[in-house]
């Protein structure tokens, strides 16, 4: 006999399912959903300690892979719980952090291994507490999230964060560990409240990220101090800006590195920018250029903002050896940010004048200085060849631009009667040939981080 019409179906349970589109079900929710369904019933309990479940948890959220899985002997379930019970609160970072140590320290072990040996091993949770105690701010979570993977580094050349070189200059910062950070934890006016990330023990030069919101920066933001050299107060501080957080300041630069955006020279990293449509062929000749930006040597007031540039000039080995030739002068036109236009000739590159043959590659290090933040360059060689010495031609620099980074101005200097010194902004210098040509003297700045005068 047929039912009723009007008879209402039973309600649909999900525990009625069958088990395998159950656990396809389950498959699908993150796992504060899968542990509630823990609790709901006997059988939902049964079905979310299915071990499969938690393989991927473990993977997307820990990086545990199957060979370690095997080395620790429990289920994918057990080993989840176990991390988040030591690591839980970081549980948004972890994942990226540990991937960017992972990924650096594959990249370096196989171009510089020296650099890895100075890495030190992870610190513990209550180490990380006792350092906010003993500073009085709250560390934030991806910061502490790092230092439970690698507790910096020790201090020691070349540091993990980078190096730059020039003939009279040298620096290279180690990523601090968190002892030594906490011992440079700033509470003096005009870097209230500021951690240093960073150490160069060849200029004193750190990069530091604020704690709080004080003296018009964000908190956690990173930042280069550069004293203001034309106010009477000392605290009067200026910031060239790195970084919005520590996660996008650290993943950021590990990219660049295992990206092979920074180069690896002599077994370390020069933070150089390489534009890849910065690159110019002329016959079997071709000239490309990498930038970087010296925040030690340049400051915002007086503005005088300083770059140095790498070039690498090649000639194809597929040329004829009688394409070999000898680099004879010079010639740069330099515009800043204004449009004004200043021309510099001369002869050789840093006082050489190399010799290009077929498959060889000569580079070089110059820099230059711009009263405006922004500027560019562009010129061309002149080579003379080797077997047709009436011979001459011209050899083309591609243009490329060099960008001060964002910064931001002292609140100190909305006090009354902040300048002291009149400055020339219209004083840009040319290339470090130019320099010698002009006997100007570079100096090394003190730890103070003020910026070099020309004399």
């Not at 504060?32 to 049964?46: G, K, P, T, V």
């Not at 080995?317 to 740069?332: N, T």
């Not at 800043?336 to 050489?352: M, S």
Request: hydrophobic fraction near 30%; aromatic fraction near 12%.
């Amino acid at each position: 006999m047929a039912a009723p019409l009007d008879m209402e179906p039973s309600a649909l349970s999900l525990e009625l399912l069958p088990t395998d589109p159950l656990l396809l079900i389950l498959s699908f929710l993150d796992y504060r959903d899968l542990m509630s369904c823990c609790c709901l019933s006997r059988r939902l309990n049964q079905l979310s300690s299915h071990d499969p479940l938690w393989k991927r948890h473990c993977k997307k959220y820990w990086l545990i892979s199957e060979e370690e899985k095997s080395q620790r002997n429990q289920t994918w379930k057990a080993i989840f719980i176990s991390t988040y019970s030591d690591l839980g609160r970081y549980i948004r970072y972890y994942a990226t952090l540990k991937k960017a140590w992972d990924d650096l320290e594959k990249y370096l072990g196989q171009r510089c291994p020296r650099m890895i040996g100075s890495l030190k091993e992870s610190v513990r949770e209550e180490d990380l507490d006792a350092v906010e105690a003993q500073i009085g701010c709250k560390l934030p979570d991806d910061y502490r999230c790092s230092f439970r993977i690698h507790n910096g580094q020790k201090l020691v050349v070349p540091g993990l964060m980078g190096s730059m070189a020039l003939s009279n200059h040298y620096r290279s910062e180690d990523l601090l560990d968190i002892d030594t950070a906490a011992g440079g934890f700033q509470q003096r006016p005009g870097l209230k409240q500021c951690l240093p990330l960073t150490f160069c023990i060849h200029t004193g030069l750190s990069q530091y990220m604020a704690l709080e919101s004080v003296e018009g920066r964000n908190k956690y933001e990173i930042f280069y101090q550069c004293p203001d050299q034309m106010a009477r107060n000392p605290s009067a501080i200026d910031m060239f800006i790195t970084g919005t957080s520590y996660l996008e300041w650290f993943t950021s630069y590990v990219n660049k590195v295992v990206t092979g955006g920074y180069p690896i020279i002599r077994d370390q990293i020069f933070r150089y920018v390489h534009d890849k449509e910065c690159v110019a062929t002329t016959g079997d000749i071709t000239v490309s250029v990498s930038t970087s930006f010296l925040p030690e040597l340049s400051s915002v007031h007086p503005p005088h903002y300083f770059f140095t540039y790498r070039i690498r000039i090649e000639m194809s080995k597929d040329a004829l050896p009688e394409k070999a030739c000898q680099l004879d002068s010079r010639y740069w036109r330099i515009t800043n940010a204004k449009g004004d236009v200043e021309e510099v000739q001369g002869p050789g590159v840093v006082g050489e004048f190399p010799i290009i043959s077929p498959g060889r590659v000569y580079e070089y290090t110059s820099c230059t200085t711009f009263s405006t933040t922004s500027g560019y360059m562009e010129g061309y060689y002149t080579f003379h060849c080797l077997y047709y010495k009436d011979k001459f031609f011209n050899v083309t620099i591609p243009r490329f631009h060099m960008v001060c980074p964002t910064f931001k101005v002292s609140t100190a200097r909305m006090e009354p009667n902040h300048n002291e010194y009149a400055v020339d902004e219209d004083e840009d210098s040319t290339d470090t040939d130019e320099y010698e040509d002009r006997r100007r003297v570079l100096d090394i700045p003190a730890p103070s981080g003020r910026c070099p005068r020309h004399t």
